[in-house]
């Protein structure tokens, strides 16, 4: 029998004050969560941290340290709330400075005398960092060890997120299959659902009410990397709503 393949797993960590006040809405969660699965990187943790240096620091150790990969995002700006990079390098016990390969790609967008000190904040790389490419602004994420530093705004994140994405290790694939459960109650089906997971431990499945425009829906999906463990737990769900509708 071949070796069961250790999963590839990543976390997310979303710096900024302005996510945890509410008055930005984060929508870098779900298309990072969503590119991972499709090349079977499991997201495993998303955190939140303020602005703050030892809670960015801290959370980037522990995450780094738990996963394959860590994407952060936010914090890489040019004004003085964006600590991301330097707490990046306290992180790894690097320096940092002005690199001089970020200076030129800003440069592509600047001229040099307007190069202030504000924005060579955003060249500002940790000490043995690799550069990630931003084509919509150009100023530049970095990558370091399993660290993936890269922009809040969403446009500029997902740019970045296509260069990285391709080096990544990938894994299986996760499959997903979605039953209709109707208009029937979770209540109704919840004992014989545990019956099943319990029967079938090597996929997971879940249940989903929620509100449509023709009334109230319950869906129940089946997620794993086995098909045929994945179809045979459906088979068994899809015949106990059967006995349930009648």
Same mark, same amino acid.
């Given at each position: 029998?071949?070796?069961p393949?250790?999963p590839?797993? $990543? ?8 996510i945890l006040?509410?008055r930005t809405?984060?929508k ?13 990187i499991d997201?495993? /943790? ?8 030892? /809670? ?5 150790n522990?995450?780094?340290?738990r996963?394959?990969y !860590? ?6 700006g040019?004004? %003085?709330?964006?600590?991301?990079a330097?707490s ?7 320096g940092?400075d ?5 200076r030129a ?11 202030? #000190? ?8 940790p %000490?043995?960092?690799? !550069? ?9 994420g ?8 890269m922009?809040?705004?969403?446009q500029?994140m ?6 990285v ?11 997903? /299959? ?13 004992t ?10 090597s ?18 999906v ?5 098909? #045929?463990?994945?179809?045979? $737990?459906?088979?068994?769900? #899809?015949a106990?709503? /059967?006995t349930?509708?009648r």
């Open positions: 029998m071949p070796e393949i250790a590839v797993t $990543a976390a997310v960590l979303v710096i900024g004050d302005e006040s509410g809405k984060d870098n969660i779900g298309s990072i969560a969503e590119r991972l699965t499709e090349i079977g997201l495993r /943790e998303v955190r939140v941290v303020p602005d703050e240096a030892s /809670e960015i620091v801290s959370a980037v522990a995450l780094r340290a996963y394959t !860590l994407f952060t995002t936010g914090g890489i040019p004004t %003085h709330d964006d600590i991301t330097d990046v390098a306290a992180a790894f016990e690097v940092i002005v690199d001089a390969r970020a790609m800003l440069l592509e967008r600047h001229k040099p005398e307007d190069l202030n #000190e504000a924005r060579l904040r955003m060249a500002r790389i %000490h043995g960092a690799d !550069l990630i490419p931003n084509p919509v602004s150009k100023a530049p970095f990558s370091i060890g399993n660290v993936f530093v922009a809040g705004v969403p500029i997902n740019a970045m997120l296509d260069a994405l391709p080096g990544l290790s990938q894994g299986v694939p996760v499959l997903a /299959e979605t039953i209709e459960a109707g208009g029937l109650p979770e209540g109704a089906f919840a014989g659902l545990s019956a099943i997971a319990a029967r079938h431990g996929v997971s499945i879940g249940s989903y009410p929620s509100m449509t425009q023709s009334g109230f829906a319950n869906r129940i089946v997620r794993g990397r086995d098909a #045929e463990a994945v179809a045979a $737990a459906r088979v068994e769900i #899809e106990m709503l /059967e349930l509708k």
